[in-house]
């Protein structure tokens, strides 16, 4: 096992304070639809999610990031001065120019480079490798991921008929937050904590599975195209036909086993789904931390959310593995593993 380059020196998640239940989500569809009501409970027992965050209304993505950041520079000591890159990594944006970066740094007040990288609900996890190439390279030393998802705005409330719902579906369980992580040059022991590896793979022919096609140049202005549309069906069979072997493979590069992980944190769409993932992978059930009932897809704030509660509750510490396994719309799946 190669020595680490880097090391997570700290990871923090702003949840908003305002909380929506899966019936009020129902409730509020009915009331804003002209005669569509949804089905009772439909949400809930399709996929767990009970409650999910919604952002203040004159809050943006930017917000959201900058609070968690704002959390993790606090604990870690860290000035912002010290901070020499700023990654703003999500699936979320302000607006589509400039980078969503750029206004997280005036808000922190930094004054170091920024880019956003933008890969759906692995934006995080990409934010993590280009972080770690980046320290590895000498570029930079502390470099600043910031996190802002926000896909409240892009739930269809006023729904015309069911097969609206069904295609809108996805965003009824999506939920606002901001989370950061910092990373740092590794001290020169073999045996101490950092960053150990990455594995990535895609399959790109199914991106149309899973779109919110508005604000781009293929639907610049469309109001139709501002809502999150996807099948499903057809996402679970693209993910299905991607498999886990990119897992297996990176775990075993790095010369390690599924049992030797504290915590393997798992991307959460659905309660069933994270089972079926689960139980593919090979992974113990004891070793996965279930955030989805509680709060909802958090996007690629999901991943730093389920390793801050295994921090806080002291399911890890200090020398265990970790393992953050994200999938991503387009579609994309991949893993990070760490030495906390």
């Not at 775990?251 to 659905?270: A, E, I, K």
């Not at 897809?297 to 801050?308: I, K, V």
């Amino acid at each position: 096992m190669h020595r680490p380059v880097a090391v997570l020196g700290g990871v923090a998640v702003h949840l908003p304070e305002d909380r929506l239940s899966s019936r009020k989500v129902e409730q509020r569809v009915a009331e804003l639809s002209d005669g569509f009501v949804p089905p009772s409970g439909f949400v809930r027992r399709l996929t767990g999610v009970e409650h999910r965050y919604l952002m203040p209304a004159d809050w943006q993505a930017s917000d959201l990031a900058v609070a968690a950041a704002r959390k993790v520079l606090a604990e870690t000591g860290t000035a912002t001065a010290d901070v020499d890159l700023l990654i703003f990594a999500s699936a979320s944006q302000d607006m589509v120019e400039p980078a969503t970066a750029h206004i997280v740094s005036a808000k922190l007040g930094l004054a170091c480079p920024v880019f956003d990288v933008k890969n759906a609900c692995n934006s995080v996890l990409n934010g993590m490798e280009i972080a770690d190439a980046l320290i590895a390279s000498g570029r930079y030393r502390r470099i600043l991921i910031a996190c802002g998802e926000s896909p409240s705005r892009a739930v269809r409330w006023r729904v015309p008929h069911l097969s609206a719902y069904c295609a809108a579906f996805p965003g009824y369980t999506l939920s606002d937050a901001g989370a950061a992580l910092l990373l740092h040059p590794a001290d020169a022991s073999p045996n101490g904590p950092g960053i150990l590896g990455f594995g990535f793979t895609a399959d790109s022919r199914v991106w149309e599975v899973g779109t919110l096609p508005g604000g781009g140049s293929a639907h610049p202005r469309d109001e139709e195209y501002s809502y999150f549309r996807m099948d499903g069906d057809r996402l679970k069979e693209a993910f299905a036909a991607l498999g886990p072997q990119v897992l297996h493979d990176t775990v075993h590069r790095l010369g390690l086993r599924w049992d030797d992980f504290t915590m393997v944190g798992l991307h959460q769409v659905s309660l069933s789904y994270l089972e079926e993932v689960r139980t593919r992978i090979g992974v113990d059930a004891d070793r996965i931390v279930v955030t989805l009932p509680d709060h909802g897809n958090l996007a690629s704030a999901s991943l730093p959310l389920q390793l801050s509660i295994a921090l806080q509750s002291g399911r890890v510490g200090p020398g265990d593995l970790i393992a953050l396994v994200g999938l991503g719309g387009g579609i994309s799946a991949g893993m990070v593993v760490v030495r906390l």
